[in-house]
């Protein structure tokens, strides 16, 4: 049962131009979303987080959205540089539970 | 502070050996969990501690996997008489209470 989906396994994108990764989420229960971002041979690390009491989040170029009543959010990135080619994970949780549920991951490749 | 270590870096073993992973989260973090992370999936919750005690247990933890974490500071993870299943990323995050987690680079397991 995947309560977190990433549905696009890659996507590519002109260097300066918006990267938009989406997510979608089964769990009603969840009201806590992470972005993390992988490089190969390296850890996930920590992007930008939202809380269900918003619906956006803004760190410097990225900006996370968060559509409760759709169960979706969304991870925009302006514009897109080559350094921000790496695997995305969209992850969720809820208060009480200190787990992370993991998406599948999007490959964002940048294009010079 | 470098960050979350784990080693080694790769373990290759053959099937039906124990083979055991260590972590060294950050110093004071007191939030210990280990993930694994299959090929094409997002990283999956084992287990986590608080301090030295062990609080939440996947299903997806066998009886042949043991993780303990004493004193309060490292972490191992055994994993007896190994399956070729097992074969994954063994990812080991840190954090100090529920704020964002910090993930080590990971151990790489291959089970022949």
Known sequence: DQQVKQNSPSLSVQEGRISILNCDYTNSMFDYFLWYKKYPAEGPTFLISISSIKDKNEDGRFTVFLNKSAKHLSLHIVPSQPGDSAVYFCAASFFGNEKLTFGTGTRLTIIP | DTGVSQNPRHKITKRGQNVTFRCDPISEHNRLYWYRQTLGQGPEFLTYFQNE?????????????????????????????????????????SSLDNEK????????????
Not at chain 2, 54 to 68: G, I, N, P
Not at chain 2, 101 to 112: D, E, I, K, N, R
């Open chain 2, 101 to 112: 987690l910090f993930f080590g680079s990971g151990t790489q397991l291959s089970v022949l």
């Open chain 2, 53 to 93: 005690a062990q609080l939440e247990k996947s299903r997806l933890l066998s009886d042949r996997f043991s993780a303990e974490r004493p004193k309060g500071s490292f972490s191992t993870l055994e994993i007896q008489r190994t399956e070729q299943g097992d074969s994954a990323m063994y990812l080991c995050a």
